[in-house]
């Protein structure tokens, strides 16, 4: 059964940094899309930022361009999203999420609507204030 645990929002002011983590268990995360989505009150769930975990490929939000990172740690299967330059807009419900094989590959990279990823998990809150 695969299981997906995040951890390390919180509160910040804006401009501050919060490191997002993501550890799966059940789950190998060779040859895998593994992506970042949040979800603000009264908005749509978006995608953030997903990677192709072999040979690193990353794709991102316009809106969080020059300012966060993905990475992973296969050897420990965690997912990272490092959050810098931090803004109130950024405030949101942050989860995890990753695909069965292959269901989010594309050319380039991995997909980044949400149903294109199967497993997720129970979200993590960050809250950027002004």
């Known amino acids: 059964q695969v299981q997906l645990v995040e951890s390390g929002g919180g509160s910040v002011q804006a401009g501050g940094s919060l490191r997002l983590s993501c550890t799966a268990s059940?789950?190998?995360?060779?040859?895998?899309?593994m992506g970042w989505f949040r979800q603000a009150p009264g908005k749509e769930r978006e995608g953030v930022a997903r990677i192709y975990t072999d040979g690193g490929i990353t794709s991102y939000a316009d809106s969080v361009k020059g300012r966060f990172t993905i990475s992973r740690d296969s050897a420990k299967d965690t997912l990272y999203l490092q959050m810098k330059r931090l803004k109130p807009e950024d405030t949101a419900m942050y989860y995890c999420?990753?695909?069965?094989?292959?269901?989010?590959?594309?050319?380039?990279?991995?997909?980044?609507?949400?149903?294109?990823?199967?497993?997720w998990g129970q979200g993590t809150q960050v809250t950027v204030s002004s």
């Open positions: 059940g789950y190998t995360v060779s040859s895998k899309c």
């Open positions: 999420a990753v695909e069965r094989q292959g269901r989010a590959r594309i050319a380039g990279g991995c997909s980044r609507w949400e149903y294109n990823y199967d497993y």
